[in-house]
Nanobody, 121 residues
Framework: VQLQASGGGLVQAGGSLRLSCAAS????????MGWFRQAPGKEREFVAA????????YYQDSVKGRFTISRDNGKNTVYLQMNSLKPEDTAVYYC???????????????WGQGTQVTVSS
């Protein structure tokens, strides 16, 4: 699976961004999709994941109620709607694909190139 993330940018605290990740190469609907992020000097961390059909979602506690993951299997795309952004959300955001609904980065088989999200205070 080839993954292409987009939608990052600079936003003020309290603002919103919508990330997209377009997939190609294999059957998108066979894969769990996840979003991870990595801030400078920190390890990559799980943000959200969605099951193959979209019926199950998981979130990191710090983003619950602010971020929403969704997918459109007809468009081979997964989204991350980010609202009420905080400066601590600043990071490079990566989309990833795996066969199982897990939150561990090393369990994901395919990764996109990342998109920068910067939240100013």
């Amino acid at each position: 699976v080839q993954l292409q993330a987009s939608g990052g940018g600079l936003v003020q605290a309290g603002g919103s961004l919508r990330l997209s990740c377009a997939a190609s190469g294999r059957t998108f609907s066979n894969y769990v999709m996840g979003w991870f992020r990595q801030a400078p000097g920190k390890e990559r961390e799980f943000v959200a994941a969605i099951s193959q059909a979209g019926g199950s979602t998981y979130y990191q506690d710090s983003v619950k109620g602010r971020f929403t993951i969704s997918r459109d299997n007809g468009k081979n795309t997964v989204y991350l709607q980010m609202n009420s952004l905080k400066p601590e959300d600043t990071a490079v955001y990566y989309c990833a694909a795996t066969r199982r609904l897990v939150v561990i980065a090393r369990s994901y088989d395919y990764w996109g190139q990342g998109t920068q999200v910067t939240v100013s205070s």
